[in-house]
């Protein structure tokens, strides 16, 4: 018997079932080895020496591997296809050679990039031993991220309490977001016009075209700076005799994006379907270690953990047969596309993440997945079927429109296109903004040099420049990516890490620094700048490619980091906590305390005279105090939920007028949290709303306070049954009400603005896994028909009967589900009957108040209990 190891039980199941009779798939569950975290698990002093501890619950599942090989001939290590599946295959290997196990018994190290049968069975013919520099890799980045955790960590609690843990990798993504937050605050807003003019030709034929040129000078983004510029502008409009200048025509080809990796999965997932990094992930392992699709389990997705956006050989003919047969050859580029990873270290460049059958259409998979794993196959489905299609082609016009005197310029664009290519399937999102829908075409009408144009209507808007947006989790990865902080692997648990630690919070998908995160981040850039720096972490990343890639020794990559680092630990052991309020004080200022009208940060004690406010530290982290204390003993915290300081008058923050009623709206803080108001306080019963769950009160505006107020609110009309679909907020949190009936809204999904496509999928979904009554049972109840994890199943008063896989969840009828019920019943052993208590004695009369003391004893006992 061959014994083979992988990570998952859901894998393992999947594998046996490949590899039949003389084989014994287990699962290691993951990592079973790690750092213990306690000093000493990394000694510097004696070359690095790193001392492993089996992970909790690991036992279990070491025992089962220790077993099986008691009766085995060889054992094949089949983790995943990257540096952290090399690991446990080394792991579980080190552990059982502890045991004296595989003195002589044959290892293999097995590879494969999809959980299907052909790609199994291949990797099987096809074993190599471990592969030691990804080892090396995986010992180094461990070391790395257990020194720079246990050295900075007792720092940051000595010098600045109240704080949590730092960590190698996710100090540096805080600082992104943290200075991020500064730019928002620091950014001063200016105002700025635009002049747009509705034009017709003689044959009334209109279209617009913007103002770019006023006197001959091309106009920048800022330089109709108010309305008394732009009503100027407009006059100079209305006063010119204007006629096409210049025409000019292009045509343009766009090519499409190549297939996913880890990191442009994550963007994308983010941006369109509005799923967290970790979900994405989450989502995408349960696709790729196989899906029940009826006949049989298969993994439908490759490898997902992948900075490679090449695709093999085979897999691009089987993508061009398809796109032939289903597009046409008109949609089949002359010679397949050829994609190039930017991978520096080729050891971890696999192949792109795709489909293992391109002829498995989202829609023909449909049927076996949940509503988010459906929208990710799908989407995972068209970016590879899309990657090898044609480009798609637009004619790009522009016509440049002015006066014979050169007064006003003014320029009309527009595009038509000629060919949609892969566009026809997909179409990659934009960066932080909503996704434009540029397969529509914008017309603009047939013109010729000098002819003569109407202006209809000039129509001047006022617009004001905004800050940098927040981070999502797709801008955020991809800065990260930029920058070669991290790796794909390592995103999703990285900004895990900063939400669990409470350094940031996830507020409508964009991430908030929390002071908490604000105070460590900039304690750590003034005092270990050099270890939080952009570029030193990603040349660190680099070193670690270079081990992998076998061209660095590790342990002299941590010689020569260790070196310099602990001299930065030993350099804050003068470093007094006065050091280090002054220095959070100064930097942190504009943002814990307001500026007057000149721009003077207002530090002024209410309590006192004479008493300057600023940071201090305390035994449960920073808060705001004077100057003067012990004299004065004023106190606040630093800043609430909602950003108002804690001093504020309940009720004090007004978020504007309702036009609809002129009434004004708070945002106040209640005994169960922070809700909104519309009307005065005195006002009786005014109207409430409060918060979702997560949202963050510091990110409420007016807009945003009036559509709570206005809940619950119209979706749609269901398009099958023309029913009213309503979302609302009730005491379990966002839900959409349909036909009398309540389904939770996801937390991706905003009540506010979740549309009436997206709400039926969710009914949909929901009904699917409550399933569909077939009929009334004739021993009452009803029976229903569901779709399991493991197949569909029908259920009556708790038991159930697989349906066999020649009958469809759709065609079951009740007479064939009452016949599978009572084949299972049959099957079913009977519960023994349970036993009946022994008749308790009689109390002798003497012992009665013994008997009642104890009791007593023993119900005081249950209760303390």
């Known amino acids: 018997m061959k014994v083979v190891i992988v990570e998952s039980p859901a894998k393992a199941k999947t594998i046996n079932r490949y590899l039949g009779d003389g084989y014994k798939v287990l699962a290691s569950y993951g990592h079973v080895c790690d750092l213990p975290s306690k000093d000493g698990s990394v000694s510097p002093e004696n070359d690095f020496e790193m001392k492993w501890q089996i992970s909790s619950g690991s036992e279990k599942h070491l025992k089962e591997i220790t077993s099986a090989l008691k009766n085995a001939d060889k054992l094949i290590l089949a983790t995943d296809p990257d540096r952290e599946g090399e690991a446990i295959s080394w792991h579980v290997l080190e552990q059982l050679k502890a045991k004296k196990l595989v003195n002589d018994m044959p290892v293999e190290r097995v590879v494969f990039n ?173 696709l790729y270690e196989g899906i029940n699709i009826g006949s049989d389990t298969t993994g439908l997705i490759t490898y997902m953990r992948t900075d490679g956006v090449q695709l093999g050989k085979e897999s691009i003919a089987a993508l061009r047969d398809d796109i032939g047969s289903r597009f046409g050859n008109r949609y089949l580029p002359d010679s397949p596309r050829i994609y190039k990873t930017k991978a520096a270290n080729a050891q971890e460049a696999h192949e792109a993440i795709r489909p293992t059958d391109i002829t498995r259409d989202p829609e023909a998979m449909r049927s076996f997945l949940d509503h988010d794993q459906f929208r990710l196959y799908e989407l995972i489905w068209k970016r590879t079927i899309s990657s090898q299609m044609q480009s798609a082609e637009l004619d790009q016009t522009g016509v440049d429109i002015t006066d014979p005197a050169g007064t006003v310029t003014l320029r009309a664009n527009g595009q038509v296109m000629v060919f949609d290519g892969y566009l026809s399937v997909y179409m990659e999102s934009q960066d932080d903004k909503d996704e434009k829908d540029e397969t529509r075409s914008n017309l603009l009408p047939e013109m010729k040099e000098g002819e003569n144009l109407d202006t209809q209507n000039v129509s001047p808007e006022q617009h004001f420049t905004q800050p940098p947006p927040r981070f999502t989790d797709a801008s955020l990865v991809k800065r990260m990516e930029e920058l070669g902080i991290g790796r794909p692997s390592t995103y999703a648990s990285i900004i895990q890490v900063l939400q669990n630690r409470d350094y940031v919070v996830k507020d409508r998908n964009r991430f908030i620094p929390e002071d908490r995160g604000r105070l460590v981040s900039t304690f750590l850039g003034n005092f270990f700048d050099r270890y939080v720096e952009y570029d030193f972490t990603a040349q660190l990343e680099s070193q670690l490619d270079e081990v992998s890639a076998g061209r660095l020794d590790w342990k002299a990559l941590l010689a020569n980091f ?16 006065t050091n280090v309020l002054d220095v959070l004080d100064e930097e942190l200022g504009p943002h814990f305390f307001k500026a007057d009208e000149n721009g003077a940060l207002m530090r002024s004690c209410p309590n006192c005279d004479d008493g300057r406010l600023g940071l201090k530290l305390g035994k449960f982290g920073a808060f705001v105090g004077c100057s003067n204390y012990p004299d004065c003993k004023f106190t606040r915290k630093l800043t609430d939920s909602d950003g108002t300081e804690d001093d504020a008058p309940v009720g004090d923050k007004n978020l504007g007028i309702d036009p609809a009623t002129e009434l004004p709206v708070f945002l106040r803080k209640g005994p169960y949290g922070p809700y909104v108001q519309i009307g005065d306080p005195e006002t009786k019963k005014p109207k409430r709303a409060s918060l979702p769950k997560g949202e963050s009160a510091a990110a409420i505006d007016l807009d945003r306070a009036l559509s709570l107020l206005a809940l619950p609110r119209e979706v749609g009309a269901h398009p099958e049954t023309g029913d ?46 409550k399933g569909r009554v077939l009929g009334a049972h004739p021993a009452k109840g009803d029976v229903y028909v569901k779709a399991g994890r493991y197949g569909a199943y029908v259920e009556h008063n708790k038991l159930r009967a697989t349906l066999p896989k020649d009958v469809d969840i759709a065609d079951v009828t009740l007479e064939q589900a009452i016949e599978l019920l009572a084949e299972k019943a049959a099957k079913t052993p009977a519960k023994k009957p349970a036993k009946k208590a022994a008749a308790k004695k009689k109390a002798a009369p003497k012992k009665k108040a013994a008997t009642k003391k104890k009791a007593t004893a023993k119900k005081s006992a249950k209760k303390d209990s």
């Open 724 to 769: 009213m679909i309503q979302a609302g907020l009730g005491r379990f949190g966002p839900y959409l009400k349909y036909q009398g009936g309540f389904t939770s809204l996801p937390a991706d999904d905003d009540l506010l603005t979740v549309g009436i496509n997206r709400a039926v999928d969710l009914l949909a979904e929901s009904a699917k896994k």
């Open 562 to 577: 260790w070196r310099d680092f602990k001299s930065a630990i030993d350099g804050t052991k003068d470093l007094t906590i």
């Open 114 to 286: 999809e959980v299907t049968k052909s790609a199994i069975l291949t990797a099987m013919d096809n074993p190599r031993a471990l592969d030691e520099e990804l080892i090396d890799a995986y010992r180094a980045r461990r070391a790395l991220d257990y020194l720079v955790g246990f050295s900075i960590s007792p720092v940051l609690w000595r010098k600045l309490p109240g704080s949590k843990s730092a960590g190698r990798v996710q100090s540096v993504a805080l600082r992104l977001i943290c200075e991020r937050e500064a730019e928002i605050e620091a950014f001063i807003t200016d105002e700025y016009w635009s002049v747009d003019t509705r034009m017709a030709k003689a044959d009334g034929r209109e279209f617009t075209a913007r103002l770019t040129h006023i006197d001959g000078e091309k106009l920048g983004k800022l330089d109709i700076p108010n309305e008394a510029a732009a009503k100027a502008a407009e006059a100079k409009i209305n006063a010119a005799d204007l006629s096409v200048k210049t025409i000019e025509t292009k045509r343009v080809k766009r090519n499409p994006s190549p297939p996913f990796t880890t990191s442009t999965l994550q963007q994308e997932a983010s941006r369109k379907l509005g799923f967290s990094a970790s979900r994405t992930m989450q989502i995408a392992q349960r």
